[in-house]
Nanobody, 121 residues
Framework: QVQLLEFGGGLVQPGGSLRLSCLAS????????MGWYRQVPGKQRELVAT???????NFAEFVRGRCTISRDKAQFAVYLQLYNLQPDDTAIYYC???????????????WGQGTQVTVSG
């Protein structure tokens, strides 16, 4: 059973920074792409940033220039650093692992439970 565990959400003042971490556990052989999405009530979940196993990253336009993403392939972990956060960034942030290879096979997609990020102050 693959599980994604997220850390690092919380309350931050406008202009502040936050680092989100996600660790994947289970009988994992490899993960193609890991990333972060976010969702606010009443809206669809949207991509924030992703990074492939080869290190290629992709960012949503609304975080471009104020976000970095990195991963530790050996630890099946992904990290998201957000800068200059604004109230519009308030959302639940979800970790995603795509193309997960386990003993059962390859190609599965998994989500974390989500971590709340609130920008206010």
């Amino acid at each position: 059973q693959v599980q994604l565990l997220e850390f690092g959400g919380g309350l931050v003042q406008p202009g502040g920074s936050l680092r989100l971490s996600c660790l994947a556990s289970g009988n994992i052989f490899g993960i193609d792409t890991m990333g972060w999405y976010r969702q606010v009530p009443g809206k669809q979940r949207e991509l924030v940033a992703t990074i492939t196993s080869g290190g290629q990253s992709n960012f949503a336009e609304f975080v471009r220039g104020r976000c970095t993403i990195s991963r530790d392939k050996a630890q099946f972990a992904v990290y998201l650093q957000l800068y200059n956060l604004q109230p519009d960034d308030t959302a639940i942030y979800y970790c995603n692992a795509a193309g997960v290879e386990t003993v059962q096979g390859a190609g599965a997609n998994y989500w974390g439970q989500g971590t709340q990020v609130t920008v206010s102050g």
